[in-house]
């Protein structure tokens, strides 16, 4: 599926231009240099969320940081993954959608390095996050364009959700420590920002999902959300997960074919919403993450509630 044909067209417009107007302009995100939006007060460009040793987790605070982002979306998803990028893309070498406009970008920087064109630390990794507020001014979530977001909102009414996207770290950083150094920043926004649920797409690599039915039919028989917090893949693009039956699964070789992101979620208390759906612009199928922050186990919150610089050793 085209992802651009779930964004709201009012907002497609203000970050793609229309012809005829300088196409490299819909690449830049428009921010105030230097700061970052939390609510109605700006944050100064110098908070850190957390730090391990050499690398420091914190939110892009200004155009050029949230490129910088993009760029590692772009080699991760695009040149190591089977992303197809459209003209634009390519040309520009970033991963750029109309979502980026509204989201906070939470990104991994090695002070211990510096890139050789800015002299600046680089980016290794990134998160993309998009509050409720947000995303009802903005039109509605990403994942709303595969699943049917609104009945979950509307069924927890009060609840303040967060959705999780965008997800990658450069292949010399992928390691215990960068993951819970990114963990540890999503928690600590999470309380900032006082949500109470997390909710995204996780990606399984290919698009058959036959070859899949291992990990897809696990996820269905062992992580399938409750009815209560069950949101389900649009019918039109709807994949049956249920490929086998529950006795016919090896739970460890199931685990093994996971990728290690859903793992993750799975550690950390998570559900999975009913159904998946293909994604053909990144070759990949997903499905819906749902994690109540109440339901984050308790050794979890111990660990990354904590400071961040506590957990280096």
């Not at 970052?36 to 908070?47: F, I």
């Not at 006795?247 to 159904?275: C, F, N, S, T, V």
């Not at 994690?291 to 506590?310: D, N």
Request: net charge positive; hydrophobic share 45%; aromatic share 8%.
């Amino acid at each position: 599926m085209n992802r651009a044909q779930a964004i709201p067209r009012r907002l497609f417009h203000r970050f793609w231009p229309m012809p005829g107007h300088d196409v490299f302009a819909g690449l830049l995100p428009q921010r105030r240099a230097g700061a970052a939006r939390n609510g109605g007060r700006w944050l100064a460009s110098t908070e850190t969320l957390g730090r391990l040793g050499a690398l420091e987790v914190r939110l892009a605070h200004t155009a050029a940081e949230i490129r910088k982002a993009q760029h590692v979306r772009y080699r991760v998803f695009y040149q190591e993954g089977s992303a197809i990028a459209d003209v634009a893309m390519r040309v520009a070498r970033r991963d750029v959608d109309a979502f980026d406009a509204v989201c906070d970008h939470l990104l991994v920087v090695d002070h211990a390095a510096r890139a050789r064109r800015s002299g600046t630390p680089p980016v290794v990794a990134t998160y993309r996050l998009l509050r409720q507020d947000a995303a009802e001014r903005a039109g509605g979530f990403y994942s709303s364009g595969e699943f049917e977001i609104g009945g979950l909102i509307l069924g927890h009414p009060g609840l303040r959700f967060l959705e999780l996207g965008r997800s990658c770290v450069l292949a010399p950083y992928r390691n215990k420590r960068t993951l819970e150094l990114l963990w540890h920043g999503i928690y600590a926004y999470v309380r900032q920002r006082r949500c109470d649920v997390m909710i995204g797409c996780a990606s399984l690599d290919g698009t058959d999902p036959d070859r899949l039915a291992l990990p897809l039919s696990y996820l269905h028989h062992y992580a399938r959300a409750p009815e209560a917090w069950r949101a389900h893949a649009h019918a039109h693009l709807r994949v049956e997960m249920n490929r086998m039956p529950k006795e016919a699964i090896d739970p460890k070789a199931a685990l093994k074919a996971m990728p290690p992101l859903i793992k993750g979620y799975l550690r950390l208390g998570a559900h999975i919403g009913d159904g998946a759906v293909i994604d053909r612009q990144f070759g990949t199928t997903d499905v819906l993450i749902v994690l109540p922050v109440a339901a984050i186990k308790a050794r979890y919150i111990e660990h990354f509630g904590g400071g961040a610089q506590s957990q280096a050793a």
